[in-house]
């Protein structure tokens, strides 16, 4: 999502919709008032990462279909 306000310097930016966030420095946040409530528990959770639950076999029939431009 890109948004631009009329008269605004301010551009809110998704930081999903890129290829690569991760040079982002996040200044705010936006629209946490829709925020689900589980979402501030969300850095509690376990985490696993995608190689350690999946064996190399089941890894290599992956695809994503996150950036349908990138195949």
Same mark, same amino acid.
């Given at each position: 999502?890109?948004?631009? %306000? /009329? ?6 930016? $998704? @930081?999903? *919709?890129?290829? /690569? &966030? $991760?040079? #982002? +420095? ?6 946490? +008032? $829709?925020? !689900? ?6 850095? =509690?959770?376990? %985490?696993?990462? *995608? /190689? !350690?639950?999946? *064996? &190399?076999?089941? #890894? @290599?029939? #992956?695809? $994503? =279909? !996150?950036?349908?431009?990138? +195949?």
């Amino acid at each position: 999502m890109f948004m631009i %306000e /009329d008269g605004q310097d301010i551009i809110e930016l $998704s @930081a999903g *919709t890129l290829d /690569d &966030p $991760s040079g #982002l +420095e996040f200044k705010h946040q936006v629209g946490v +008032e $829709s925020r !689900q409530p589980w979402f501030n528990r969300w850095h =509690l959770l376990p %985490e696993i990462r *995608t /190689d !350690q639950d999946r *064996t &190399p076999e089941d #890894l @290599a029939k #992956l695809k $994503s =279909l !996150q950036h349908p431009d990138h +195949e």
